[in-house]
C-alpha cells in the first residue's frame, strides 16, 4: 500500500514562512503527479499547487508569486515552500499523488494532514 507521509507545518506570524515536504512509499512503479491541497473548518479541500513527473507546475491563484512547489523524482517526494505568508493561508494542508503501482494501474492517495496557522 502506497503512503504518504507530511511533515513541516505549524505556526509562523504573517509575513514568514513554512515549508512543508511530502514523502510517498510503497509499491511506487511511477508517480504522475504530486501536489498539495488545503482545507478549513465547514470548507471543501482546495488545490494549492502541483506539479508532475515533467515538473509541470500548477498554482491556485491565491498563492502565485508567494509559494513554491518542487519534487525529486528520485526520492518520490514533494515540497512546498510557502513565502509571504498571510492569515488567510491557515489550514489543513494535504499531499496528493496520483501514482502507477504497476504499468496499467493508477491510484490517488492522500497524506493523514498537517496544520499550518499563520498569525496576524
Known amino acids: 500500500q502506497v503512503q504518504l507521509v507530511e511533515s513541516g507545518g505549524g505556526l509562523v506570524q504573517a509575513g514568514g514562512s513554512l515549508s512543508l515536504s511530502c514523502a510517498a512509499s510503497?509499491?511506487?512503479?511511477?508517480?504522475?503527479?504530486m501536489g498539495w491541497y488545503r482545507q478549513t473548518p465547514g470548507n471543501q479541500r482546495e488545490l494549492v499547487a502541483t506539479?508532475?513527473?515533467?515538473?509541470?507546475?500548477k498554482y491556485a491563484d491565491t498563492v502565485k508569486g508567494r509559494f513554491t512547489i518542487s519534487m525529486d523524482n528520485a526520492k518520490n517526494t514533494v515540497a512546498l515552500q510557502m513565502n509571504s505568508l498571510k492569515p488567510e493561508d491557515t489550514a489543513v494542508y494535504y499531499c496528493?499523488?496520483?501514482?502507477?503501482?504497476?504499468?496499467?494501474?493508477?491510484?490517488?492517495?492522500w497524506g493523514q494532514g498537517t496544520q499550518v496557522t499563520v498569525s496576524s
Open positions: 506539479i508532475t513527473s515533467g515538473w509541470i507546475t
Open positions: 496528493n499523488a496520483r501514482i502507477y503501482t504497476a504499468p496499467s494501474r493508477w491510484d490517488e492517495y
Open positions: 510503497g509499491p511506487i512503479f511511477r508517480i504522475i503527479m
